[in-house]
């Protein structure tokens, strides 16, 4: 049975830690309590949020409807044959343990994607990426639930059409649906590509004498350098990258270029060029800058922090900030990655 909660702290699910509160809030667990909470006057006579794991969203005042979380969860595998195995996985999962089961059965695909804060249905929202590899290269598909009609239907590569932690559940079907599993292609022993075109991942395995590295340590090169990089949201709110990195022409690059000879790039495809949006807001003087209970991490810049007594509009207000620094010094437009929500 559904249990409806009144003025809900939503401090313990979101990673910046803002006590902001939920005017109703409820817990599901399954597919079938979506569905029955659909034909509620809980859900029909309110607006409504659904939330993970609360990692890449900055709550920036209490919010005046019904807040629900995801807490489908179950792992299973789906199809298997001599090379991959299909593996289904709750949207309500926390993504690192959902990885972790994934290297615990010596499957490839995901270790580079280690310690990624989240759920695995938020995952594919986002298409997270980190070191060369995205979620849209293991993906096989989704199961979701209609808000409109409650069916459970599925979606293939194809149709979730994935960028650049972009997918059309970001855009086109922004709020219409709720994912309700997760399934990927991993490979199995023998048959798995490491990716290792990330040079900090070799710097690793080299400074540890790893000279044929397993899925397992990638995926511990990839924990230690988060970890050194990226602030625990248990010690200090915030929403791991708060910002994308850029991705420009390779003429506009050319001209930045002459100018700061040392920027950091990464070549793409069709002449696009990626830049390094922390280098960018660390170059304009943004790292550790503190103001009104909010800052910079001041070992990364692209992540924005909770020093405990700010709230999420300071946040949107630095945020704003550093986009026009960045604009006015690069002439580079920065986009967040962070989703805003305001009621």
């Given at each position: 049975m559904l249990k409806f909660l009144q003025s809900q702290s939503l401090a313990d699910y979101n990673t910046f830690g803002f006590d902001v509160k939920a005017e109703l809030f409820v817990?599901?667990?399954?597919?079938?309590?979506?569905?029955?909470?659909?034909?509620?006057p809980e859900w029909n006579e309110n607006q409504h949020l659904i939330l993970g794991g609360g990692s890449n969203i900055?709550?920036?005042?209490?919010?005046?409807?019904?807040?629900?979380?995801?807490?489908?969860?179950g792992t299973n595998i789906l199809e298997e044959d001599d090379k991959s195995v299909v593996v289904k996985c709750g949207g309500g999962e926390n993504w690192h343990q959902f990885v972790l089961y994934t290297l615990q059965q010596n499957l490839g695909g995901?270790?580079?994607?280690?310690?990624?804060?989240?759920?695995?249905?938020?995952?594919?929202?986002?298409n997270i990426g980190a070191y060369g590899v995205e979620i849209k290269d293991t993906f096989h598909s989704l199961e979701a639930i209609n808000l409109k009609t409650a069916k459970l239907v599925v979606?293939?590569?194809?149709?979730?059409?994935?960028?650049?932690?972009?997918?059309?559940?970001?855009?086109?079907?922004?709020g219409e649906y709720l994912i309700a599993s997760v399934s990927f292609r991993l490979d199995k022993p023998g048959f798995h590509h490491l990716n290792l075109d990330y040079g900090i991942i070799k710097n690793v395995l080299k400074d540890k004498k790893i000279e044929n590295p397993t899925i397992q340590d990638v995926s511990n090169a990839v924990i230690e350098i988060r970890q050194s990089k990226l602030p625990d949201p248990v010690e200090i709110g915030n929403s791991g990258s708060f910002f994308k990195n850029p991705i420009i022409?390779?003429?506009?690059?050319?001209?930045?270029?002459?100018?700061?000879?040392?920027?950091?790039?990464?070549?793409?495809e069709e002449g696009k060029i990626k830049l390094a949006a922390g280098w960018l807001i660390e170059k304009a003087g943004w790292k550790g800058h503190q103001e009104n209970g909010v800052g910079v991490h001041q070992r990364q810049a692209l992540v924005l922090v909770n020093h405990g007594e700010g709230s999420g509009k300071d946040i949107l207000n630095l945020a704003k900030k550093i986009q026009d620094?960045?604009?006015?010094?690069?002439?580079?437009?920065?986009?967040?990655?962070?989703?805003?929500?305001?009621?």
């Open positions: 817990e599901i667990n399954s597919v079938e309590e979506f569905q029955e909470l659909l034909h509620t900055l709550l920036t005042d209490d919010y005046h409807g019904l807040v629900i979380i995801n807490r489908i969860s995901l270790e580079n994607l280690s310690l990624i804060p989240g759920t695995v249905g938020a995952a594919p929202m986002q979606f293939f590569p194809d149709e979730c059409e994935f960028g650049y932690r972009e997918s059309i559940f970001k855009h086109k079907f922004k022409e390779s003429s506009e690059f050319e001209k930045l270029k002459s100018e700061f000879p040392e920027m950091p790039f990464y070549e793409l620094s960045i604009h006015s010094r690069f002439g580079v437009e920065l986009s967040p990655e962070v989703n805003f929500i305001s009621t």
